[in-house]
């Protein structure tokens, strides 16, 4: 089992930046997409980036596109996501996941990640 700890969320004004880092620990393993997510209040929980093993290949949803940019460190077992230009409706808590089974598409629902962090808040005021 994989444990999953995400950090750097808080509050920020509009058009400012904040870097979230999620930190793995426990079954790592090789070959994992991962993910992050963020949910709205009174909204379902969305997709926002997906990283494959090597970092050389990524997706975005098309509202973060331009604006946040996911990354990993291997070594580390950390993934990040630096989120610039930041605005008011990226408001939400924002999740990382890991995909249940190795070598995985960018392209995978939810359904896909076996493993969640707890999440953290980011709140852009205007």
């Known amino acids: 089992q994989v444990q999953l700890a995400e950090s750097g969320g808080g509050l920020v004004q509009a058009g400012g930046s904040l870097r979230l880092s999620c930190a793995a620990s426990g079954r790592t393993g090789s070959g994992y997409v991962m993910g992050w997510f963020r949910q709205a209040p009174g909204e379902e929980r969305e997709f926002v980036a997906a990283?494959?093993?090597?970092?050389?290949?990524?997706n975005y949803a098309d509202s973060v596109k331009g604006r946040l940019t996911i990354s990993r460190d291997n070594i580390k077992n950390t993934v990040y996501l630096q989120m610039n230009d930041l605005k008011p409706e990226d408001t939400a808590v924002y999740y990382c996941a890991t995909q249940k089974t190795p070598w995985g598409s960018l392209w995978g629902t939810q359904r896909d990640y076996g493993s969640w962090g707890q999440g953290t808040q980011v709140t852009v005021s205007s």
């Open positions: 990283i494959n093993w090597s970092g050389e290949s990524t």
